[in-house]
């Protein structure tokens, strides 16, 4: 809820049309979980995947647009 709140005032304070946000599992689980109709499966959250959120300013209303994971095999982790 937190973060739906946080969003929204956000969204009401700026003229930008588009936005990002990048978050742990934890959070994008809670929001898929508003987002998606009730009994829906979990989500799949593996590193580096993007939702696509459109907030419908007239209801107050977030709905999943699309998602799908990012190729990301061109990233080295830090320690090699």
Do not use: D, W
């Amino acid at each position: 809820n937190r973060t739906f709140q946080c969003l929204e005032n956000f969204l009401s304070m700026t003229s930008y049309r588009q936005i990002g946000i990048a978050t742990h599992g934890g959070v994008i689980r809670r929001m898929m979980q508003r987002i998606l109709p009730p009994g829906s499966p979990p989500v799949p959250i593996p590193n580096t995947v993007l939702y696509k959120i459109h907030y419908l300013p007239k209801n107050k209303e977030f709905r999943l647009a699309n998602f799908g994971e990012i190729n990301s095999s061109h990233i080295k982790p830090v320690n090699e």
